[in-house]
């Protein structure tokens, strides 16, 4: 029997609850794959499901961590004949690990359906493909449901992080203008990014309006509802606002709750080609050893907030 290390929780809380366990290799049944993992992204999403935040039951059976990975296929289930022993490849889980059947993909192995999986750019090394799935969906379904256009302004808050920036960078390709919001230590990298970009704190809505080329037109807030409040400041309407964070002051003045809920299949794969053609960038904050002290570690500087960039564990 071959054994595989994989991270669990067994109850809600802190970076402490994470252990490394050993479970046995599973084979793929019809229409999965098994890869084998060479990276894995870290996501805020993952601690808020481990700590409980994301409410449910405390968990009945072991839980697996984390979202995105890239890997190589290693086995291949019956009926599979869109990948290979071999294949380089990119995914994101797509139901959320601890509240249904999800696999973690902080581990070894990994199985999981074939029509999720995508292939990686040759370009494109693991631990960046690894840090794509989450952000990139999210973001490409915020535009998505703003609509965004060449002709218009869009301001996106927390625009150094991860999901903010990469909206940035898609907004930019996509030829609207943009306004980054972020802190004053990050304002280079929102510029580097494409997007024009303004301090967070007091005065922002005057800051803002002097930095657009022309009225605002959009606005997507990737931080909190303080973000929806600029909006209705600048006089947008409900439509021309969205949200990745769901407070319900934000939904009761009409901002649309948006995010991977508007992500299509096809929304990784582009973004992993921008990335892999040069065209995007994604900036990797710090890449953690995949054991159970460093993935602690990890979690706890992800729950600190501020990280520019990804955290991406990588295996061995």
Known sequence: MIMVRTIEYRSFGGPEVLEMVEVSESAPG?????IAVRAAGLN???????SGMMGGDAPAAPQGVGRDYAGVVDAVGEGVDSLAVGDAVLGTVRSVPGQGTAPGTLTERLVIAADEVVPKPEA????RAASLGVVAETACGA???LDVAPDDVLVVSAASGGVGSMAVQLAVHAGAAVIGIASGRSLDYVRSLGAVAVAYGEGLEARVRTAAPSPVTKLLDCHGPEYVDLAVALGLAPEAIATIVPAQSSLDKGAQFTGGRDARPEDLGRAAALVADGTMKVTIARVYPFDADSVRQAYTELRGGHVRGKLVVEMP
């Open 30 to 34: 019809p229409g999965r794959v098994r």
């Open 44 to 50: 805020p999403v993952d601690w808020k499901i481990f």
């Open 124 to 127: 494109l090394d693991f631990v």
């Open 143 to 145: 535009l998505r449901a």
